[in-house]
């Protein structure tokens, strides 16, 4: 089991999402912190923000047997600009 990307930087309110491939095709995500958000439908994560405050945290997926990890940062709106256009 693998997802892409393994890193996202989101800006703080907004959301990105994932690939998962392999696995079993049944997924669960989480998180380590009530500041970031992890859903998942079929094979596409969708990691959120959900309050105005800057988080990091690891996402982890889940396919009952295997995990897979995406580090999360969010940022505020203008920090780390460049980073966000050129990821």
């Known amino acids: 089991m693998s997802v892409t990307p393994t890193t996202l930087t989101i800006l703080k309110g907004e959301s990105a999402t994932a690939t998962i491939s392999g696995g079993s095709g049944t997924y669960s ?11 998942v439908s079929g094979n596409t994560v969708t990691i959120a923000t959900n309050n105005n405050s800057a988080a990091s945290d690891t996402v982890t997926i889940s396919d009952g047997t295997d995990t897979v990890t995406i580090a ?11 980073d966000l256009l050129n990821s």
């Open 29 to 39: 995500a989480s998180t380590g912190t009530a500041n970031i958000t992890a859903t």
């Open 72 to 82: 999360v940062t969010t940022t505020a709106n203008g920090d780390n600009i460049n």
